[in-house]
């Protein structure tokens, strides 16, 4: 079991911004600062959008962006489009040597 | 630009020996980054196994840990993934992937394309 807790699903319609959370059983999230996101279409390898908590690989939309308060990492994404329908995963470091992810969240644009 | 792409037998037997090899071209396995495995069983999310870096150092899931060893095989630039007395709920895609700088382990931005391994008789 994941020690990383996202909602099942989120949805928006075309231009809204919505958010998705990532919540930590533990003090993980709270303690560090490496918090990665991702983004999933089907049958495709993940393609990460955020690492550092709040930093976007080059080429990657300024419209993806995260952000961290307590324990709770959040992934952000403004002027919604169709083909950011796709599943979602959070990623954090659970101590020094191990990786979780979260259960991922299932985005719909309406 | 780095590709990477998995390889290796794609039906297993229960409590056989899961073996697979993930191919690098463009960037060297000697240079300082993590390299990782990451499965995702049908329908379900993702689950690092483990990471690898080109010292050798290894950090894997613990709840794996006992079943799992990666590895390097620099001369071929390769890195492969070995995991033990398989069941089917080691059926999966098993990505290999790397990390997007030097000494990070947390967050990958270079995948495969990724393997479908089935554990059945």
């Known amino acids: 079991q994941s020690a990383l807790t996202q909602p099942a699903s989120v949805s928006g319609s075309p231009g809204q911004s919505i958010t998705i959370s990532c919540t930590a059983t533990?003090?993980?999230?709270?303690?560090?600062?490496?918090v990665s996101w991702y983004q999933q279409h089907p049958d495709k390898a993940p393609k990460l959008l955020i690492y550092?908590?709040?930093i976007r690989p080059s080429g990657v939309s300024g419209r993806f962006s995260g952000s961290k308060s307590g324990n709770t990492a959040s992934l952000t994404i403004s002027g919604l489009q169709a083909d950011d329908e796709a599943h979602y995963y959070c990623?954090?470091?659970?101590?020094?040597?191990?990786?979780?992810f979260g259960g991922g969240t299932k985005l719909t644009v309406l | 630009q780095v590709q990477l792409q998995e390889s290796g037998p794609r039906l297993v037997k229960p409590s056989e020996t899961l073996s697979l090899t993930c191919n690098v071209s463009?960037?060297?396995?000697?240079?300082?980054?993590?390299w990782a495995w990451i499965r995702q069983p049908p329908g379900k999310g993702l689950a690092w196994i483990g990471s690898?870096?080109?010292?050798?150092?290894?950090y894997y899931n613990p709840s794996l840990k006992s079943r799992v060893t990666i590895s390097f095989d620099t001369s071929k630039n390769q890195f492969s993934l070995k995991l033990d007395s398989v069941t089917a709920a080691d059926t999966a895609v098993y990505y290999c992937?790397?990390?997007?700088?030097?000494?990070?382990?947390?967050?990958?931005?270079?995948w495969g394309q990724g393997a479908l391994v089935t554990v059945s008789a």
């Open positions: 992937a790397r990390a997007p700088r030097f000494f990070d382990w947390f967050s990958y931005d270079s």
């Open positions: 463009g960037s060297s396995l000697s240079s300082g980054y993590f």
């Open positions: 690898i870096y080109h010292s050798g150092t290894t």
């Open positions: 533990s003090s993980d999230v709270g303690d560090n600062n490496y």
């Open positions: 550092d908590g709040v």
């Open positions: 990623s954090s470091s659970v101590n020094s040597h191990s990786l979780d």
